[in-house]
Each structure stands twice: as structure tokens, then as C-alpha cells.
């Protein structure tokens, strides 16, 4: 159950637009001014944070065909 929640968690980081989107709806459910803001930090926090991860994974994928290609693996 706990590596469910985490590939769940992980997945919506991994798109960005998913994330924003969860966030933006629970603003649009907020009634209250002040959860209204804090929903909008978070879809901030999840977007960035989302952005973050792609581009670590771009640069960490980038550097493993490199070190294959070294190595003389072919994909």
C-alpha cells in the first residue's frame, strides 16, 4: 500500500500539468481567501517541483547513454 501511494505521489510530480491541475481544483474548492492562497502556493511548489524532477531525470538519462554509448552498449 505504502509503494502505491508513493508511485501515485511520484507520477503526479513526473507531470507537471497534472499536478497544477489537482492544485487548481482544490482552490476552486476553497471557499475560504486564505486556502485559496495556500492551494495556490502549492500548485506553485507542484509545478516547480514537477519541473525540477524532468529535468534531473533528462539530465540523469542524458548522462547513462552517454556512459552506454562509452561503453559501446547500442540501444
Do not use: C, T
Not at 502505491?4 to 497544477?20: D, E, N
Not at 492544485?23 to 511548489?45: Q, Y
Amino acid at each position: 500500500m505504502k509503494n502505491a501511494k508513493l508511485k501515485l505521489i511520484s507520477q503526479l510530480l513526473y507531470y507537471p500539468g497534472l499536478a497544477f491541475l489537482i492544485a487548481r481544483i482544490l482552490m476552486g474548492w476553497a471557499e475560504k481567501p486564505e486556502l485559496v492562497f495556500i492551494f495556490g502556493w502549492i500548485a506553485i511548489i507542484l509545478l516547480l517541483a514537477a519541473i525540477l524532477i524532468r529535468l534531473v531525470d533528462f539530465i540523469l538519462l542524458r548522462a547513462f547513454r552517454k556512459k552506454q554509448k562509452a561503453a559501446g552498449i547500442e540501444e
